[in-house]
């Protein structure tokens, strides 16, 4: 029965990391439109979030299931409502890719980012993508040391976002204000992903050593 | 054995709504102090999260507790789950107020909103504070109907932040880029409030009735 509940809870595990990829692909996708002005990738990045809505539907019923039927305490209680807990936050950053996709959408067919603060805004993408990326593994290896490094990652997410507002804000910014709350709100939904990537990454952390790392929320700053 | 856990299962809820209580306290506050530049006021708003947050730690305990010690299953086993999932948005409100208080924060000896968006954004607040105060009593009365109410305001906030952008992207918009950035972070600050607050309304509603109105997360547009 214990073995059962395990390989139950393995297919959980396996199944938050094929949602981590499919997140991946959203932010990936997402940034594309966003610097290249693609409204086709754009729609199909809109379109796609349905899956990771569904796919997460099918981790609450496994979690469930588990829960009712084999009565977990301690430990496995936890790791069950930790399972749940990311999966949520893994459906809000396919939201989050959603909303660099409308961004871009909107835009067409313009790019929303000026060529100026391309590098920033590129930089904060790859950094989202990149945390994402890393959270896939530490998720399907338990990877306690990878989940640790992530969290300082975020830190040079949150200095691009700061970098990003000097610039908007800088006398010479000449692209007006559309392009500077474009550029604001792009910022708030990347630094959002790498708050929830961060998120997730401390919750395995919870799982393999059952105390949490100082901040494990992604309640950001 | 059952009268025990339902009554420890009320606590779970008048904790929940001690919480949305705070948090309608930190929404007025937060604004109170953006539309007078009050900085005091801000960084009051902004100490007292720490309480909202110890308040949540205390329900998520109480709800670990019930499901190691209770082993609740079908309906019951679904209520402290939706328990758990209403604390953690509770909280995520009180963050968003803090954003609110952090931006009035920044610009005082200013007022970060121009006079002539202050409808707006005032309307915006209101909208806000009003669906959180109503949360409130929908989780202490258990209150369907007011709950289902409740997704049906949230579309003047939707509406309101489109006027939002219309005003801050008008040709005479005269103040510059800073406060349309802030104004656009702002207005995503209350509209999320509002998505967490119909969510939390939506949970409710499930809790009472096993049914999931139409969109239960407040995974929003």
């Known amino acids: 029965m214990?073995?059962?509940?395990?390989?139950?809870?393995?297919?959980?595990?396996?199944?938050l990391a094929g949602i981590c990829k499919l997140v991946e692909e959203a932010v990936a996708g997402a940034t594309e439109a966003l610097l290249t002005g693609d409204a086709e990738l754009a729609e199909r990045v809109i379109s796609a979030d349905v899956a990771i809505d569904?796919?997460?539907e099918k981790v609450e019923d496994q979690a469930f299931s588990l829960l009712s039927l084999q009565q977990p305490v301690a430990g496995d209680l936890r790791t069950i409502i930790a399972a749940l807990r990311m999966v949520s936050e893994l459906e809000r950053m396919g939201d989050l890719s959603v909303h660099v996709a409308?961004?871009?959408?909107?835009?067409?067919?313009?790019?929303?980012?000026?060529?100026?603060i391309r590098p920033t805004i590129s930089r904060m993408a790859e950094v989202a993508e990149d945390m994402v990326s890393r959270v896939s593994q530490i998720i399907t290896g338990r990877d306690v040391e990878a989940a640790i490094a992530l969290g300082r990652d975020d830190e040079e997410m949150d200095q691009l976002r700061r970098t990003s507002f000097v610039e908007l804000l800088a006398d010479d910014w000449?692209?007006?204000?559309?392009?500077?709350?474009?550029?604001?709100?792009?910022?708030?939904?990347?630094?959002?992903?790498?708050?929830?990537?961060?998120?997730?990454?401390?919750?395995?952390?919870?799982?393999?050593?059952?105390?949490?790392?100082?901040s494990v929320d992604a309640a950001g700053a």
């Open 2 to 15: 214990r073995e059962a509940f395990h390989e139950q809870l393995d297919t959980v595990f396996d199944d």
């Open 54 to 56: 569904r796919a997460r």
């Open 174 to 214: 000449s692209h007006g204000v559309e392009a500077a709350v474009d550029i604001a709100l792009l910022g708030r939904y990347y630094e959002r992903i790498a708050d929830h990537a961060v998120s997730v990454a401390n919750r395995i952390v919870f799982v393999v050593t059952g105390t949490n790392p100082r």
């Open 102 to 116: 409308k961004i871009a959408r909107l835009r067409v067919p313009n790019v929303a980012v000026p060529e100026e």
